[in-house]
């Protein structure tokens, strides 16, 4: 199995910035695809980032790009998320997943594409 534990929520005022982070472990772990979710109250969980290990290629939500950046360390199985100018909108639940592969481009965003989810960290942007 796959055990993904994100940490780094918590509540900031608009405008200010967290970073994210996702500890992956377990031996079916291959990192292939590193993803962020987000689900706000009442809302469906949307794609917020991701990365592929093999070739570094990054993925963003309109809503997040030029505001958010992707990271990982993969000698630490950890992804990271970096998020600036948050806004209140930016308020929810943000999980991590992973996914061995994700063949299409236009499916990096599908939460079906990916097997393991982490429990999720609780970010509140509030003034």
């Known amino acids: 199995q796959v055990q993904l534990v994100e940490s780094g929520g918590g509540l900031v005022q608009p405008g200010g910035s967290l970073r994210l982070s996702c500890a992956a472990s377990g031996r079916r772990f291959s990192g292939g695809v590193m993803g962020w979710f987000r689900q706000a109250p009442g809302k469906e969980r949307e794609f917020v980032a991701a990365h592929r290990r093999f070739g570094g290629s990054t993925y963003y939500a309109d809503s997040v790009k030029g505001r958010f950046a992707i990271s990982r360390d993969n000698a630490k199985n950890t992804v990271y998320l970096q998020m600036n100018s948050l806004t209140p909108e930016d308020t929810a639940v943000y999980y991590c997943?992973?996914?061995?592969?994700?063949?299409?481009?236009?499916?990096?965003?599908?939460?079906?594409?990916?097997?393991?989810w982490g429990q999720g960290t609780q970010v509140t942007v509030s003034s």
């Open positions: 997943a992973t996914a061995d592969t994700v063949t299409s481009r236009d499916n990096i965003g599908s939460v079906y594409e990916y097997d393991y």
